[in-house]
T-cell receptor, first 111, second 115 residues
Framework: EDQVTQSPEALRLQEGESSSLNCSYT??????LFWYRQDPGKGPEFLFT???AGEEKEKERLKATLTKKESFLHITAPKPEDSATYLC????????????FGGGTRVLVKP | DTGVSQDPRHKITKRGQNVTFRCDPI?????LYWYRQTLGQGPEFLTY????????KSRLLSDRFSAERPKGSFSTLEIQRTEQGDSAMYLC?????????????FGEGSWLTVV
């Protein structure tokens, strides 16, 4: 059974204080690893998909990396608007299959 | 707007009543997914469709839950004889299901409160 574990559960940062979120996974036949951002009371918003170890993707202050066992989401010089829950999910087998999510990391960036 | 649309956004119901949620996927997306999310947890998979065919159902989907996708367009998720434990946000998502169209997009969710 596919498993995803995210750490830490919560992260409090000062504005400008860079940090990293971890997503460890166990999956048979990784198709893709997805990162989403979720604001309170809203649905997950797609950020990145990573397909193979060594791949990296960037968007504004966010950078996602992937190894064979884990993924990191680096937040560089965060701003208060980066406060959200960040969700990691894996997809096994074929494209279009279901996602298995971790529990998320709640990030709070204080000004 | 061509995003995933869910209705209603909020529903309060009494225990034992039936509720139905509707999801309209992004146009031309042939894969449609239902997830459930409780406070402080990640989304949990319930079921998904390719066109009108229901491909997989989670153990979480008890016999009180039923999902349909007639004609491969919109989908409905019905919960019969609701229980307080059914209180959660029900998320719908869609994708093209292949190649670079593998990105899975979520709607804003339908909140269910069972009192």
């Amino acid at each position: 059974e596919d498993q995803v574990t995210q750490s830490p559960e919560a992260l409090r940062l000062q504005e400008g204080e860079s940090s990293s979120l971890n997503c460890s996974y166990t999956v048979s036949g990784l198709r893709g690893l997805f990162w989403y951002r979720q604001d309170p009371g809203k649905g997950p918003e797609f950020l990145f998909t990573l397909y193979s170890a060594g791949e990296e993707k960037e968007k504004e202050r966010l950078k996602a990396t992937l190894t064979k066992k884990e993924s990191f989401l680096h937040i560089t010089a965060p701003k208060p608007e980066d406060s959200a829950t960040y969700l990691c999910a894996v997809q096994a087998g074929a494209a279009g299959n279901k996602l298995t999510f971790g529990g998320g990391t709640r990030v709070l960036v204080k000004p | 707007d061509t995003g995933v649309s869910q209705d209603p956004r909020h529903k309060i119901t009494k225990r034992g009543q039936n509720v139905t949620f509707r999801c309209d996927p992004i146009s031309e997306h042939n894969r449609l997914y239902w997830y459930r999310q409780t406070l402080g947890q990640g989304p949990e998979f319930l079921t998904y469709f390719q066109n009108e065919a229901q491909l997989e159902k989670s153990r979480l989907l008890s016999d009180r839950f039923s999902a349909e996708r007639p004609k491969g367009s919109f989908s409905t998720l019905e919960i019969q004889r609701t229980e307080q434990g059914d209180s959660a946000m029900y998320l719908c998502a869609s994708s093209l299901g292949q190649g670079i169209g593998n990105t899975i997009y979520f709607g804003e969710g339908s909140w269910l409160t069972v009192v």
